[in-house]
């Protein structure tokens, strides 16, 4: 082999070398329509559950979640928002209902900001108390749990 040769033969297989197809990760399809009903079926079963008035399994918070409910310090971890829930429940006879309005899912589907509207009413549906909200879900364990969530009224301050 002459010099020429074995040039030639390195520059084709440095041109096969570099024009190697590379492995590209699969792209996730993300349904964000199918996300926001599953958001929307979270929060139907959280109205569900806390008007009944009985706070067994909510099935909604992380274990290490953080609420940021109004007019209070932060609730840190599951426990402590649900036994502030529970109080709230004994105390008020009222009715809350959520909507999800807008979600924003990460490329990957894990983590969801949910942007939405709920609605009190007291007995006999008169409402009481309207207002928005955020959520931060996290997928784990297949299935989504708020991390934080915050609200805010649109009632006005008496």
Partial sequence: MTVKEISLGCIISLLFACNAKKEEPEAVVIDKEQIKNEIQAKEDSFAAVYNSGELRNIGYYADDAISFFQNRAPLVGKDSI???????????????????????????GNQVVEIGSFKVVDSVNTPINSGNYMSLFE?????????????????PIE
């Fill in 82 to 108: 649900i036994s502030f829930l529970k109080a709230d429940v004994i105390s008020n006879p009222n009715k809350i209902s959520f909507t999800t309005k807008e979600v924003f899912v990460s490329n990957d």
């Fill in 139 to 155: 997928k784990r364990d297949g299935k989504y749990v708020a991390l934080r969530d915050m609200s805010a009224s649109d009632m």
